[in-house]
């Protein structure tokens, strides 16, 4: 069954079309991932799921609620952690969650079971003002308010900008463990590594869907040998396999240029000579596996 449908959602702000005929299904009790960069249309998507914003065009229904015409009832029903900060700073975090479970009629000791994993880990520091606390603990509380009146379903725009490499790792294993309590869970994030620890992932860009798969059927779809081309001069690299005649893509990867070649019988050892006769030295070009961030510059 459905948690999300959406059908031709559309949305312009002015002369900027946000959203171009959006069409995707998610499953209940579903970790779905919405990667794209930033301006790619994704929080317009999740403002219109929430019922903050009209779409210009088209239908969508969550958890069985239309979003225009529910849209009472939906709120009641769903948990939103907006991608910048919105809670109350000059409040501390056991004011926060307590205003929050008050406006939906429940409170911290009822559904502490549900957020005792995430609350638990900032509960020490219960009495600081929220305008006081790292980006990690921000994110918790943000998802433990998120969540304090047991919603159906959760959205999650961009949760993990700007927090810390640990705050990220420890934030999807959260999203693990509320998975497996059988929310479902809509996350947006710019970050295509993220992209491999959802269920299914929508590539979006410039408010067109690219695909929509798991994070492995995207890969497979991937249908050229990928290299990774690294020299002691790499902006100069980058212009060289640019300009290299049977080049068909070259993009930055860390410390690699990631290459795809015209040709289906392309030898490294003719671009090795190209980029030798060019000046390249401590040269190294090797075979590698395709990831997300591969597959979306190749729809691009």
């Not at 065009?57 to 948990?79: H, P, S, T």
Request: glycine share 8%; proline share 3%.
């Amino acid at each position: 069954m459905s948690a999300i449908r959406i059908e031709n959602i559309h949305k312009s702000y002015e002369e900027t079309e946000a959203l171009k005929g959006i069409n995707l299904e998610v499953n209940e009790g579903e970790l779905f991932g919405l990667i794209g960069p930033d301006g790619a249309g994704k929080t317009s998507l999740i403002r219109i799921l929430t019922t903050l914003i009209l779409a210009d065009e088209g239908n969508a229904e969550v958890i069985g609620y239309d979003v225009v015409k529910d849209y009472k009832k939906l709120r009641m029903e769903l948990g939103y952690m907006p991608g910048r900060f919105s809670l109350y700073y000059d409040l501390t975090i056991l004011e926060n969650i307590t205003l929050f479970a008050t406006i939906f009629g429940t409170t911290l000791e009822e559904n502490y079971d549900l957020v005792k994993d995430i609350y638990g880990q900032i509960e020490p520091f219960k009495h600081r003002r929220a305008g006081q606390l790292s980006g990690g603990m921000k994110q918790k509380l943000a998802l433990s308010c998120a969540l304090i009146h047991a919603p159906k379903i959760l959205f999650l725009d961009e949760p993990t900008t700007g927090v810390d490499a640990v705050s990220r790792r420890e934030f999807w294993e959260m999203l693990g463990k509320l998975k497996a309590r059988g929310i479902t869970i809509f996350v947006s994030t710019p970050y295509m590594d993220e992209a491999s620890l959802c269920d299914r992932v929508a590539l979006i860009q410039e408010g067109n869907i690219l695909q929509i798969d798991t994070p492995q059927g995207i890969v497979d779809q991937f249908d050229r040998e990928l290299f990774a081309v690294k020299s002691a001069r790499k902006y100069q690299l980058l212009e060289d396999l640019r300009t290299y005649p049977h080049a068909h893509s070259v993009h930055a990867f860390g410390e690699f240029i990631h290459y795809t070649d015209q040709r289906n019988d392309f030898q490294a050892s003719t671009l090795n000579q190209y980029l030798t006769e060019r000046g390249h030295e401590q040269l190294h070009i090797a075979q590698v596996d395709p990831n997300i961030e591969d597959c979306f510059m190749a729809l691009m």
